[in-house]
Each structure stands twice: as structure tokens, then as C-alpha cells.
């Protein structure tokens, strides 16, 4: 079994601060990407920011410069520093994994249950 647990969401206001949180767990093998995705209501899981284990980054387009990914693989957590928010960050956010679990033979993706990021004016 493999759990991905997230922390750290919640209401904020336009132009402040956040940070998220993830931790894999259970019978794990080898980790190779974590990332966070987000969704909007009304809109399409969409990707936010990934980091391998190698720790290369990718963001999306509508975050760079305001969001910052990093991770601890010695924990097997990634974290997500959300700054100058603005209201169309508000959505639930995903923790993903591509990893392999010990009783697997192939990396697959997991994921978080999400948590709420609500940004007001």
C-alpha cells in the first residue's frame, strides 16, 4: 500500500503566501517524479509543477516566477511555495507520485486525496 498525504492548504488572500505539503508512504521502492496538480471548479485537473528525483523542475506556464517546487527524498515529500497568489490559483490541489511500490514491477502514478487552496480578494 502507497499513501500520499497532503498538508498545508487553506483561505488566503490575494498577493500572500502559502505552502503545500506531500509525503509518500508505505511499501515503496523507488520514487521517480512528484508533482502537484490542481482543479478549478467547472475546469480540468491541470498540471502545477513537478520535480524528479534527480530534482529537474517543470511549472506551468501561469505559475512561474510565483511558485517554487523542491523535495526531500530522503523524506519521499515534495513540497509547493505558493506566493503572490491571485484569485485564479483557488482550486483543490493533487499530490502525484510516479513511483514503484516493492510489490510492483512498474512505476505507475498515485495520488493524494488533494487539499483546498482558496484565495480571496
Known amino acids: 500500500q502507497v499513501q500520499l498525504v497532503e498538508s498545508g492548504g487553506g483561505l488566503v488572500q490575494a498577493g500572500g503566501s502559502l505552502r503545500l505539503s506531500c509525503a509518500a508512504s508505505?511499501?515503496?521502492?523507488?520514487?521517480?517524479?512528484m508533482g502537484w496538480y490542481r482543479q478549478a471548479p467547472g475546469k480540468q485537473r491541470e498540471l502545477v509543477a513537478t520535480?524528479?528525483?534527480?530534482?529537474?523542475?517543470n511549472y506551468a506556464d501561469s505559475v512561474k516566477g510565483r511558485f517554487t517546487i523542491s523535495g526531500d527524498n530522503a523524506k519521499n515529500t515534495v513540497y509547493l511555495q505558493m506566493s503572490s497568489l491571485k484569485l485564479e490559483d483557488t482550486a483543490i490541489y493533487y499530490c502525484n507520485a510516479v513511483l514503484q511500490s516493492r510489490i510492483a514491477t512498474m512505476f505507475r502514478n498515485y495520488w493524494g486525496q488533494g487539499t483546498q487552496v482558496s484565495v480571496s480578494s
Open positions: 520535480i524528479t528525483s534527480g530534482g529537474s523542475t
Open positions: 508505505g511499501s515503496i521502492f523507488s520514487i521517480n517524479k
